[in-house]
Nanobody, 121 residues
């Protein structure tokens, strides 16, 4: 599976962005999908994840109520809607595909290249 993340950019605090993760090579409907983020010098952390059918989602406490993960298996795409962004959300965001709905990055087999999100105060 090849994953291509897009949609990052520069936004003011309180603003919104929608990230997209498009897949090619294989159908995404076979995979659990996750969004992760990593700031310089820090470990990669789970932001949100969604089951293969889309019926189960889970979020990090830091983004709960502000971010929404969704997927369109017909379009082979996963989304991360980010609202009420804060400066501490500034990171590189990665999408990933795996077989287990978990927050552990090591459980995901396929990774996109990352997209930078910068939130100014």
């Amino acid at each position: 599976v090849q994953l291509q993340a897009s949609g990052g950019g520069l936004v003011q605090a309180g603003g919104s962005l929608r990230l997209s993760c498009a897949a090619s090579g294989r159908t995404l409907s076979n995979y659990v999908m996750g969004w992760f983020r990593q700031a310089p010098g820090k470990e990669r952390e789970s932001v949100a994840r969604i089951s293969s059918g889309g019926g189960v989602t889970s979020y990090a406490n830091s983004v709960k109520g502000r971010f929404t993960i969704s997927r369109d298996n017909a379009k082979n795409t996963v989304y991360l809607q980010m609202n009420t962004l804060k400066p501490e959300d500034t990171c590189i965001y990665y999408c990933a595909a795996g077989q287990t709905l978990t927050s552990s990055p090591g459980a995901y087999q396929y990774w996109g290249q990352g997209t930078q999100v910068t939130v100014s105060s």
